[in-house]
């Protein structure tokens, strides 16, 4: 069992920057790979990023691609989102997720979410 913990969002200038964490509980976050998803209002759930367990390979979605930076400390059992250059359209729930598969498709657990509010 896995219980995430999102932190860091808040209310941000359009072209500012926020730094999400995703604390995981249990002695086996080292062998999860770690997603980040998003939902705006009125929209679905997407795909934002995701890290293979040991740090060694990231996927984005192609709308964040030089703008958001995914990274884990196993040591801390936290993964973050680092989010620059944050525009409108970044507005949503943001989500963290552990899979036990590589390349991850199916997430077994979630977070509650943190906020981020971007003001153009």
């Known amino acids: 069992q896995v219980q995430l913990v999102e932190s860091g969002g808040g209310l941000v200038q359009a072209g500012g920057s926020l730094r999400l964490s995703c604390a995981a509980s249990?002695?086996?976050?080292?062998?999860?790979?770690m997603g980040w998803f998003r939902q705006a209002p009125g929209k679905e759930r997407e795909f934002v990023a995701d890290i293979k367990w040991n740090g060694g390979s990231t996927r984005y979605a192609n709308s964040v691609k030089g703008r958001l930076t995914i990274s884990r400390d196993n040591a801390k059992n936290t993964v973050y989102l680092q989010m620059s250059s944050l525009q409108a359209e970044d507005t949503a729930v943001y989500y963290c997720?552990?899979?036990?598969?590589?390349?991850?498709?199916?997430?077994?657990?979630w977070g509650q979410g943190t906020q981020v509010t971007v003001s153009s």
């Open positions: 249990g002695r086996t976050f080292i062998t999860y790979n």
């Open positions: 997720a552990a899979s036990s598969s590589w390349p991850s498709y199916d997430y077994q657990y």
